[in-house]
């Protein structure tokens, strides 16, 4: 760790900005005689608008890692539900803070909640799981693709392109445009991103003094619940870029997830429940289970 100042690579979008900002904050406030500054770095997700086309993961997260590991900054600030499962050599995941909210919500133009809109209302999301709990939800939406930060695609709503879209309800709160939620979606009826709320701090391996500060901001409820729903998505073999979604909760002194595995067709999407105690395993057993009946195939 360098004695006068710590650099915090992030993307460069509005969303991303607030979120290196908020660690950059906590970050000064342990080290008040240390410089910290933003480093904006983009990424190939930022220059692709057709990411499906994109071989492999981390399409917002490895040229950040590829930083970390070169020096050139020394924190990574990513939304976690963007990190791949596979931990990458040489760094390491410090501090998951404090989750946000994990629900979607949808923001319509009319301010319609989503079992209300009208038949053939133009639908906006570029994430096959929300596609897949949308047509699960209503069959007769017009469900479409589309890109772009959470300003844009607000934007295209205002403008009439798109009579709604589906949004991260903790993007939405983050940025303070709460106002702007017509429907928050209930978890339990329509599964989260892995992750989907929680950030993560990333560093290199070998940096123990700025471990010991970055470690001030891991939560560890984010992180069992966070590490379960992930737990999930690596046992499925799978990525942001599928139709899966899952939700952890503390009940009593049990540790529950919802997983949920859509499809991009008419095949029915898949949905169980586990209780455990280790988040680990409790991924793994519900990732079992649901290749068992029959998620491979959807997959």
Known sequence: MPSDRVRVGTRGSILAMWQARWVSEHLRSVTPDCLVELVEIKTRGDEHQDLGSLPGMGHFTSELEAALGEGR???????????????????????????????DSLVSSSGASLMSLARGSRIGTGSPRRAALLMSHRPDLDVVEIRGNVDTRIRRVDEGTYDAVVLATAGLLRLGLEDRISEKLDVREFPPAPGQGALAVQMRDEDSELHRVVKGLDDPDARVTSGAERAFLRGLGGGCALPVGAHAWREADQLKLLGFVGSNNSAPSLRAEVTGGDPQALGEKLAEYMLSAGARDLL
């Not at 410090?94 to 989750?99: Q, T």
Request: proline share 6%; net charge negative; charged share 25%.
């Open 73 to 103: 900054i020394d924190v990574a600030v990513h939304s976690l539900k963007d990190l791949p499962v596979d931990e990458t050599v040489g760094v390491t995941v410090a501090a998951v803070p404090l989750r946000h909210d994990s629900s």
